[in-house]
């Protein structure tokens, strides 16, 4: 069974720095893996995809990478702003189509 | 990108009564999902909606407790039913869409009482 496991469970950083956010996985047989964020009271926004055979996918300042292999991920975010305060969720799908979500990271930047 | 919309956004229901949460989206798809995130969890997948077949549910749901209606392309239904207070939650539904990329709806918030 799959399990998909996010690290720190919290994070509160001072504007401006630059932050990794990690995600494990216990199957490493996956098709792809999806980071969203979700702001308070809201639903999910799909910031990246990174197929299976894939290394990393860039946009603006996220940067998301993927070692298949070692089942882990990482949301790595420049220069943070305190608009980019919200909590970031990995999920990974198999072949099956359904998504299997981490336990998410919860991130606060401050002024 | 798509828009997918949902009504109610929230709900506050007495138990033992039943609820119906509205999905559309903007395009034609064929994979819909509903998930339940309950207070200060992740997302859990509660079934597979594909238009013109039955809803696909994972395990620990039921189709008596979560009826789906999936009547086309861009539409889908599901009913929270002989509601408790356990199914206090947010309840979301999802389309995959462009390049295997699921997008979200913004959730029904609901509470029984």
């Known amino acids: 069974k799959q399990e998909v496991t996010q690290i720190p469970a919290a994070l509160s950083v001072p504007e401006g720095e630059n932050l990794v956010l990690n995600c494990s996985f216990t199957?490493?047989?996956?098709?792809?893996l999806q980071w969203f964020r979700q702001d308070p009271g809201k639903g999910l926004t799909s910031l990246l995809l990174?197929?299976?055979?894939?290394r990393e996918q860039t946009s603006g300042r996220l940067n998301a990478s993927l070692d298949k292999s070692s089942g882990r991920s990482t949301l790595y975010i420049a220069a943070s702003q305190p608009g980019d305060s919200a909590t970031y969720l990995c999920?990974?799908?198999?072949?099956?189509?359904?998504?299997?979500f981490g336990t998410g990271t919860r991130l606060q930047v401050f002024p | 990108s798509a828009v997918i919309s949902q009504k109610p956004s929230r709900d506050i229901c007495q138990r033992g009564t039943s609820l119906t949460i509205q999905c559309q989206v903007d395009s034609q798809v064929t994979m819909m999902f509903w998930y339940r995130q309950q207070p200060g969890q992740s997302l859990t997948l509660i079934a597979t909606?594909?238009?013109?077949?039955?809803?696909?549910?994972e395990s620990g749901f039921v189709i008596d407790k979560f009826p789906i209606s999936r009547p086309n392309l861009t539409f889908s239904t599901l009913t929270v039913s002989n509601m408790s207070p356990e199914d206090s939650s947010i309840y979301l539904c999802?389309?995959?869409?462009?390049?295997?990329?699921?997008?979200f709806g913004p959730g029904t918030r609901l509470l029984v009482l």
């Open positions: 990174i197929q299976s055979s894939q």
């Open positions: 999802s389309a995959e869409i462009h390049q295997e990329t699921q997008y």
């Open positions: 909606a594909n238009q013109g077949s039955e809803a696909t549910y």
């Open positions: 999920a990974v799908r198999h072949n099956t189509d359904k998504l299997i």
């Open positions: 199957d490493s047989a996956i098709y792809n």
